[in-house]
């Protein structure tokens, strides 16, 4: 799908933002992360969201070291 497409059809889906915490004590502790959220203009009810932790915080370390954890884990698996 051109480009020009992709940006018309993202300018009427529906919008959210917000900030979302989380609490995961065994593994990496408290994250915040930025929460956008994107409907689907055709009404069919599906959603795409997004969650970013901003550059250089507690967050975004932890999020580094789970993905880390993930990468390791499917590397092992082949």
């Known amino acids: 799908m051109p480009a020009r497409a992709v940006a018309a059809r993202a300018r ?3 919008r959210r ?3 979302c915490s989380t609490c ?3 593994l990496v502790g ?3 992360l930025d929460c956008d959220t ?3 203009p055709d009404g069919s009810g599906q959603r795409l ?3 970013t932790a ?3 915080s507690p967050s975004d370390e932890a999020l580094r070291i789970l993905a880390s954890w993930t990468a390791t884990a499917g590397a ?3």
Do not use: H, Q, Y
């Open 76 to 78: 092992e698996a082949r």
């Open 30 to 32: 408290d994250l915040t």
């Open 38 to 40: 994107w409907s689907s």
């Open 49 to 51: 969201m997004v969650l």
């Open 12 to 14: 009427l889906c529906a």
């Open 54 to 56: 901003e550059a250089g």
């Open 24 to 26: 995961s004590p065994t």
């Open 17 to 19: 933002c917000g900030v």
